[in-house]
C-alpha cells in the first residue's frame, strides 16, 4: 500500500499530495432565474456552504460565453451546473460537454463537472446534503439489472439479462416460493418490479445498475418483465402488461449512486416528473450517470463503469466518468483531429443514430473517405456517446468500491523526481495480474501542471493534461514484471 504524506513547501508537492488548493477548488455556475428563485437560490447557499471557497458564476439563461469567462479565470477542479428540472434537458448537457472541453488549449475534458437537479429545490438539496455521509463513500451492496462480478460486493442482486425470469445474489436470499431462502432461481417468486422495491427497502444498496428499455418516466426490469415508473407519489410498480402492483416506492433514503448505464434516454432530464428528479433527493441518489438519447453505442456508459470497477478503489466515480470522457476525445482525435470539432446536434425531439450518421456525413463526407467499417463505426459511436452521457449530483462526491474485495490489485502513486520532473508507478498485486490486465489506468492530479511531455514510457500510450494521465495499455513488456513507470515533466501551477 502507497501511503501518502502531506507536504508544506511547493518543491515537495507530488501530484497526489491530498488536500491541495487545486484539489478543493470548485465553481457553481446558475443561472439569473435561479439565483432569483429564494428556493432554488438555497441550493446555492447550501453548495457554498460546503465549499466556501467556491467561485459563484452567475449568467443569464444559457449564456456560455459568460460561463467560459468565469470559469476560466478559476480553473477549478469541480465545476457544478445547478439548475432547475426545466434549464437542464439534452441540449443543455451537450453544450456544457463542449464547454468543459474549451477552457484551456487542449482538447480534454478541463474540469469534473455534473448537474444538480432535483424534482424541487428541497430535493435537490437532499441529493447533495452530504455531511452525515462517510467519504469517501465507499459501495458494499447493489442491486443490478446485468451481471455484475458479485465479488465486488458484500452483498448483491442481479435480475439477470441473460435469461427471462433468471436471478441470481450473493449474501442476500429471497424466497422461491417454497417457504426457503435461496441464493439463486430461474423462476420470480412475484413481480420483479416487487422484488426490486423489497430489496430496495430491506438492503438498502448503496448501488442500482440498470440496463435494458427505458425512457425519461420509467425503467423496464430485464426481459420487459415488468417496470419502474414515474409517479406522482414516486416510483409505481409494474407488471408486464403495465398494470399497477402494490404501493409506490415513495421514497428511499439511504444514500446510494444510480447507473442506467444502458438504459435508454433515462438520464434526460424533462421536467420535474421524470427518472432524473425523482431518483436525486427522493429516492436517496447521490450520484447519477445516464444518456440523454437513446442507446446505441454504448461507449459512454459502459466505459465508465469498467474503469470505475477496473481497479476497485482506485478511482471514484467522478474521477471514472472524467477519465473515459478523455479516453473517448483522444480516440477521436487519433482517428483524425478534424472530429474533434464535430458537435452534434441534439436539437431534435428524439434524435437517435441516424441523427448523427446523417449530421457526420454531411460535415465530413465518410462516405468518400475510403474508411473501415470499424473505423466508421467507431466515428460514429464517439461521436454520438461524447455529449449524451452525462453525471448528476455533487462533482466532488466521493463513491469508490471496496480496494480491499479483491486484495488491492494494483497501486499507483506519483513521484517528484525533480523541480520539473515526474513519475507515475503503477504496482500490480503479482506477474499475472500484471499481464491479464487490460483496462485503462489513469489517476487525477492533484495540482494542475503546465508545459508537460512524456519522457519515458510511450509504449504504454500514455495521455497527459494538465490535470490528468491516462496510460491505455497498461501492461508489463517484461512478463515476469510487476511494475510500470511513466517518467514525464511539468511545472506545477501554485
Not at 22 to 27: E, F, L
Not at 106 to 134: C, L, R
Not at 407 to 435: N, P
Not at 465 to 488: G, V
Request: include cysteine; charge should be negative.
Amino acid at each position: 500500500m502507497f501511503h501518502h504524506h502531506k507536504h508544506s513547501a511547493m518543491g515537495d508537492l507530488t501530484l497526489d499530495t491530498p488536500n491541495t488548493a487545486y484539489a478543493n477548488s470548485y465553481a457553481i455556475v446558475a443561472s439569473t432565474a435561479t439565483i432569483d428563485d429564494n428556493n432554488w437560490n438555497s441550493v446555492v447557499n447550501h453548495l457554498v456552504e460546503r465549499h466556501p471557497n467556491a467561485a459563484l458564476v452567475i449568467h443569464t439563461k444559457n449564456d456560455f460565453k459568460a460561463i467560459k469567462s468565469g470559469l476560466k479565470k478559476k480553473m477549478p477542479r469541480y465545476v457544478a451546473f445547478v439548475c432547475q428540472p426545466d434549464e437542464c434537458g439534452r441540449v443543455f448537457v451537450s453544450e456544457c460537454h463542449r464547454l468543459m472541453r474549451s477552457l484551456d488549449n487542449e482538447p480534454y475534458i478541463d474540469a469534473m463537472w455534473s448537474i444538480i437537479t432535483g424534482f424541487d429545490a428541497e430535493h435537490a438539496i437532499k441529493s447533495i446534503d452530504n455531511d452525515s455521509v462517510q467519504q469517501p463513500f465507499i459501495i458494499q451492496k447493489s442491486i443490478n439489472f446485468t451481471s455484475v462480478n458479485q465479488d465486488l460486493f458484500e452483498k448483491c442482486f442481479t435480475f439477470s439479462d441473460g435469461k427471462k425470469g433468471c436471478w441470481f445474489s450473493k449474501n442476500y436470499g429471497i424466497d422461491d416460493g417454497s417457504g426457503e431462502e435461496k441464493d439463486e432461481g430461474e423462476e420470480f417468486p412475484k413481480p420483479p418490479a416487487q422484488i426490486f422495491a423489497d430489496i430496495l427497502e430491506q438492503m438498502e444498496p448503496d448501488l442500482l445498475v440498470t440496463t435494458g428499455h427505458g425512457t425519461e418516466q420509467s425503467v423496464e426490469m430485464p426481459w420487459s418483465t415488468g417496470k419502474l415508473k414515474v409517479h406522482e407519489q414516486g416510483l409505481a410498480l409494474l407488471d408486464e402488461d403495465d398494470e399497477p402492483i402494490g404501493s409506490a416506492i415513495e421514497s428511499s433514503t439511504n444514500p446510494k449512486v444510480f447507473l442506467p448505464i444502458a438504459n435508454c434516454l433515462v438520464g434526460h432530464c424533462e421536467g420535474s416528473q421524470c427518472m432524473v428528479t425523482t431518483f436525486l433527493g427522493r429516492m436517496g441518489v447521490r450520484q447519477m450517470c445516464g444518456y440523454t438519447v437513446r442507446t446505441w453505442a454504448g461507449r459512454a456508459g459502459w466505459g465508465t463503469f469498467d474503469l470505475w470497477k477496473g481497479v476497485p478503489g482506485l478511482l471514484t466515480l467522478s474521477d471514472a466518468y472524467f477519465l473515459h470522457q478523455a479516453r473517448m476525445t483522444y480516440e477521436l482525435k487519433s482517428i483524425n483531429p478534424r472530429l474533434l470539432n464535430f458537435k452534434f446536434d441534439v436539437s431534435d425531439d428524439d434524435p437517435g443514430y441516424e441523427t448523427v450518421t446523417e449530421q457526420l456525413d454531411k460535415q465530413y463526407h465518410l462516405d468518400d473517405a475510403n474508411l473501415d467499417d470499424k473505423t466508421l463505426q467507431d466515428i460514429y459511436g464517439l461521436c454520438y456517446d461524447r455529449d449524451t452521457f452525462v453525471c448528476y449530483g455533487d462533482p466532488a462526491f466521493a463513491a469508490q468500491l471496496d480496494e480491499d474485495c479483491q486484495e488491492s490489485l494494483v497501486q499507483t502513486k506519483f513521484l517528484r523526481t525533480g523541480k520539473k520532473t515526474h513519475q507515475f508507478v503503477i504496482e500490480y498485486k503479482d506477474a499475472e495480474t500484471a499481464q491479464d490486465y487490460h483496462l485503462p489506468i489513469g489517476k487525477m492530479f492533484t495540482n494542475r501542471i503546465e508545459n508537460y511531455n512524456i519522457v519515458n514510457g510511450f509504449e504504454y500510450s500514455p495521455v497527459i493534461s494538465d490535470n490528468f494521465l491516462l496510460l491505455l495499455k497498461p501492461t508489463p513488456r517484461d512478463k515476469e514484471s510487476t511494475t510500470i513507470t511513466i517518467d514525464f515533466r511539468g511545472t506545477i501551477i501554485e
